[in-house]
């Protein structure tokens, strides 16, 4: 369980819209919200290949942050750690600890 008083990194989350060119058909992906929140970041592993994926990374962190409800993270996110690191956003499981509820992210850079 993790308490508040752990959450001791400020991360950057950047939220990604993608839209459809109507003339081209061309996919393109821009920016629709920049945040900072307090999380708990810890490293899991170094160097993996997800075959099935098809997904190659370096390092893989689960980060625990408090829930914003009105920008909840999702898959498409971007985030970057105080180091710099950035980080692809990979699962976001939400849980309720007591009457807190949390946002459990894996994320790993490529």
């Known amino acids: ?12 989350i950047k939220h990604y819209v ?6 081209t058909g061309k996919l393109s992906k821009a920016i629709s919200k920049t945040l900072t929140k307090w999380a708990k970041v810890v490293q899991l592993s170094e160097s993996k290949i997800l075959q099935n994926a098809g997904i190659y990374y370096t390092s893989s962190y689960k980060i625990t942050t408090l829930i914003d409800t009105q920008n909840k993270t999702k898959n498409n996110d971007i ?3 105080p180091s ?3 980080l692809n956003v990979g699962a976001v499981i939400m849980k309720e ?3 807190l509820w949390i946002e459990e992210i894996t994320a790993y850079n490529e």
Do not use: W
């Open 1 to 12: 369980m993790v308490g508040v008083g752990e959450m001791d990194s400020v991360i950057t």
């Open 18 to 23: 993608i839209t459809k060119d109507e003339a």
């Open 79 to 81: 985030i970057i750690l």
């Open 84 to 86: 710099g690191e950035v």
């Open 97 to 99: 600890i007591g009457r």
